[in-house]
């Protein structure tokens, strides 16, 4: 999903066909993977382990993404909206795909980081690693966001 928010308010909202669930779908499909293996691989591209087929097909699903995400940003624009797009912020386990945050950075010119919601609170008995955590943290974003009513920054 797409959300961009003026001065704390939401003001565009649109559902994506793409996200990380469907690469992983592809691979899977495409080389006869289950989901679970197919995601492993997924993870394993962006830790620079070479799977070149995978690879293939997982960076044309994210330039598909990457020009969904460039032509909602664009038709908000169009639409007579003066402020500019300052920053993006990726939330959701489709946040984690490798290369994510940098290609779409390249293609919009402009700030691109993930969703931060763990790293502020006090997470008591979950007893999650730093790596969990971190993990964790673009997923439980808009979860997060929506149970404390807390607003992007």
Known sequence: SIVIHQNGE??????LSLGGDEMTKAVAGDLGLSFEEAEAVKLDIGAGVAYAE???IILTHLDALVGEIR???DYFLSQGHNEAIASVILAGGGALTPGLVARLGEALNLEVKLGTALSDMNLGKAKLTSDQ???ADPVAAAA???ATGVRAA
């Open 10 to 15: 939401p003001r565009f909202v649109r559902i």
């Open 54 to 56: 995978a690879e293939q």
């Open 71 to 73: 032509g909602s940003l």
């Open 133 to 135: 955590a971190a993990m």
């Open 144 to 146: 997060v966001g929506l």
